[in-house]
């Protein structure tokens, strides 16, 4: 491990995207604390990434929705220079049932760590998006600069806010440089399966829907549509591995520390680029595993729109990060979570 480089607050350190984050951190050499309140998670993700690391990660159990309690962190820790801020609900079918409990901690929680970042010169600042700011949009691949259509959801609305308000944000005084990063559709766990997904309870994701129904958590699952005008009828989606996907959080912050960044709040899409279909996700699964899913074909999902995936060209390039898993090692790694946790 090379010296130790800037000290990082992640903030959801104890979620899925978070834990993963915070190994790639720690692998690269830098101080990391994570303030997580637990509404979605445990600390039980720290364990694993004490036990990959060999790191215990302090966690402020705190509800950055609460200024003081956020300064608090920033009074211990003065020497923070890094935030990476996952911390948000994030599920699209609750936020239609609580758009102002999204709003308020999507965007309150926003705000405090913005007003930290500003009064505790903490100059990088990386806010996890989504592509779900794109709304439903025709234009594939997804482009940075494709216009953002009505959002789907009160989820996506928080996304699309926070993105504004930090490009704001940064061009008030430019103290505080940001990098805001649009997320395709993260999958898989930690090669090691001591860290993965804990998906909510029934999971409602493609890949922990499969690999729960190939442990038996499930009897059966369902692929939502095959009459799409796709390649096999089934949806297309961009997934992403959660530690390439980490990796591009680092790879920010190391873009931002050497002051690469174009603008005070550049935008990167992070997906492979590949579509896959639902059916060739599952054709994966049954391959890698070497075990039959038990699926039917129902009918379309609400709300799905059939075919997104990114034009990761932009983030290759500039901020020199590649994914380096596909469909293939997605499902290896969820699955070895699967069987790991289930165990
Ligand atoms: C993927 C595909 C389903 C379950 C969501 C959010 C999005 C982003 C990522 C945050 C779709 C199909 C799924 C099943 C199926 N999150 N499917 N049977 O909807 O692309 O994206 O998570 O920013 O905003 O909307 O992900 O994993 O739910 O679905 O056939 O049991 O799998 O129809 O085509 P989605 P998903």
Request: glycine share 8%.
């Amino acid at each position: 491990m090379s010296e130790s480089k800037m000290k990082v607050l992640v903030t959801g350190g104890c979620g899925y995207i978070g834990s993963h984050t915070l190994v790639d951190l720690i692998d690269n050499g830098y101080e990391v604390v994570s303030a997580d309140n637990l509404s979605n998670s445990t600390e039980d993700a720290l364990a694993g990434v004490e036990k990959i690391t060999g790191v215990k990660v302090k966690n402020y159990r705190v509800d950055l929705t609460d200024l003081a309690a956020t300064r608090a962190i920033f009074q211990e820790n003065p020497d923070i220079e890094g935030i990476i801020h996952f911390a948000a609900y994030k599920s699209v079918g609750d936020s239609v049932f609580n758009p102002l409990g999204y709003f308020h901690n999507n965007i309150n929680s926003l705000l405090n760590v913005l007003y930290c970042a500003e009064e505790y010169n903490a100059p990088h600042f990386i806010f996890s998006s989504s592509c779900s700011v794109y709304g439903n949009t025709d234009a594939l691949p997804v482009v940075e600069s494709t216009p953002f259509q009505e959002a789907e959801s009160p989820y996506a609305r928080t996304k699309q806010m926070g993105e504004q308000i930090i490009r704001d944000f940064a061009g008030k005084d430019g103290k505080v440089s940001s990098v805001i990063l649009r997320y395709f559709n993260p999958a898989g766990a930690h090669e090691t399966a001591q860290l993965g997904e804990a998906a909510s309870n029934p999971a409602t994701n493609l890949v922990p829907v499969i690999t729960e129904t190939a442990i038996g958590k499930r009897e059966s699952m369902t692929v939502f549509g095959d009459n799409y005008n796709t390649r096999d009828g089934s949806c297309v989606r961009d997934y992403i591995h959660v530690m390439d996907l980490a990796n591009a959080h680092v790879k920010s912050l190391e873009y931002l520390a050497e002051g690469k960044n174009a603008t005070k709040a550049d935008i990167f899409n992070v997906g492979i680029g590949e579509g896959v279909t639902v059916l060739e996700a599952i054709n994966a699964f049954e391959k890698t595993a070497d075990k039959k899913l038990n699926y039917q074909i129902g009918d379309r999902r609400a709300g799905d729109v059939v075919a997104v995936y990114a034009d990761p060209n932009n983030s290759m390039t500039k901020l020199d990060w590649e994914p380096k898993r596909n469909i293939d090692e997605i499902m290896r790694t969820a699955w070895n979570w699967e069987k790991a946790r289930t165990a």
